[in-house]
Every structure is written in structure tokens, then in C-alpha cells.
């Protein structure tokens, strides 16, 4: 995952969760926050960010927030980065060899799942999860409740038990993870369906990524605690 026209700048204050405040060699200027989660952690006053710049020059706010610096750690915070970098792995045949098929936002049940697979023997469906989460090495997901992402964990273990090949992929945007674990304190409901998904045979994958200001890329496996 690449991105152009990236500049740096400083964490000012977040007024809502679409938008901040930043500077930019030296000008406060309005960005567009691209992750609704509430990233408190992350969006501290005086933080250094990285801002990508709109091709557009008719958009209301001209960048878009992409990444910020936590201590020494760069952790990207664009909520479509994930599954853009998903997408460029499972194309390179990481989970499934040589895929024939990778097809984003696929229906399956009620819901529409990240990403359906085929090859010559197998047929998948993966579910995506970004995380930007960590406290003391590990990370966690999620920020917030989310009971979108419970039932789309409840739909992959109806695929599984109908033959497909499942999985949900918890890609970490960051390096410095030692592992994996669901936030039980903010959402038991995501915990135990992700445990459940477990027991009837759902892979549960976690990957840091290699974080620069202009691009992201899933590196490695990180143990999953749940």
C-alpha cells in the first residue's frame, strides 16, 4: 500500500471524529481523520501525524490524517489500509496458494464479508480487521463496541460449517507487537464470537505491518491470545 503527496505535521485537537485540527509548516489547517475509532491514544496534542494530500483541489479539506507517531513507533491509522495491503497479500497467495479469485466485499448470509477466494481446490471468505490498539506491547481489538463485527465473525462459522475455507485477519498497523488479543473490557460479546469462531475451526490470524509516512506493508505473524 502506497500513498503520494505525503507531509508531516502536528496534532492540534480532534473536534469530532470526521475531522482535526493540524499544523502544517506552521498553518492550522482542517484534515479529514480517515478512522472513525476513537484513537485516544494515538491523537494526543503535539503528536507528530502524517497527512496525505487530495489530487482533488476541489475537496472541502485538502488532507487526509494516514499515520502518527507513538513514542518512537509510527503506527498508520487509515481504516481502508488494511484491506488494501489484505488484498495485495492474499493476491500473492500468503493464506491460499495461487489464488484464481480475490473479490472485496462479497455476500455471504446477511453480511458482506472483506474478501472471497478461490483457487482450483478451495473456496474462502476472509474478514479484515484494522488494528491500531496497543498497550504494552500487545494489541487489541476492538477501540469500541462493534456489533458489525460480531456478526460478521457468527456468518464466517455458518461458512465454515458449510464447507469454506474461513478466517478473520487482524492486521496490525504497526511494528513492536508481541501479541494479539481481543479487547474483553470493551466488547465480551466480539471476544467470545471470536473464540467460538475458534472452537468450530476459523483461523483467527494476526500480522504487524512495516509502517513508513507514504506506505504499508503486512510483515509478520503474531501469536493470538484469546
Known sequence: MKYENVYKGIFIE??????????????????????????????????????????????????????????????????????????????????????????????????????????????????????????????????APTDRGTKHINELIKAKKEGYKTAVMFVIQMKGIKEFLPNEKTDKAFADALRKAKENGVEILAYDCIVNPDSMHIDKKIPVKL
Open 14 to 143: 480532534r473536534p469530532n471524529r470526521f475531522i482535526a485540527r493540524c499544523l502544517i509548516d506552521g498553518e492550522e489547517i482542517t484534515v479529514h481523520v480517515k478512522n472513525t475509532g476513537r484513537c485516544r491514544e494515538l491523537l494526543i496534542t503535539g503528536a507528530e501525524v502524517y497527512l496525505e494530500k487530495s489530487n482533488n483541489p476541489n475537496r472541502k479539506t485538502q488532507f487526509d490524517l494516514i499515520a502518527v507517531k507513538k513514542g518512537e513507533n509510527l503506527i498508520n491509522m487509515d481504516s481502508q489500509c488494511p484491506n488494501i495491503a489484505a488484498k495485495e497479500w492474499l493476491e500473492d497467495g500468503h493464506w491460499i496458494k495461487n489464488p484464481t479469485l480475490v473479490k472485496p466485499e462479497s455476500r455471504y448470509g446477511n453480511s458482506r464479508i472483506d474478501f472471497y477466494l478461490e483457487n482450483k481446490s478451495e473456496k474462502a471468505f476472509v474478514e479484515v480487521k484494522g488494528v491500531t490498539l496497543e498497550e504494552d506491547g500487545r494489541a487489541m481489538f476492538p477501540d
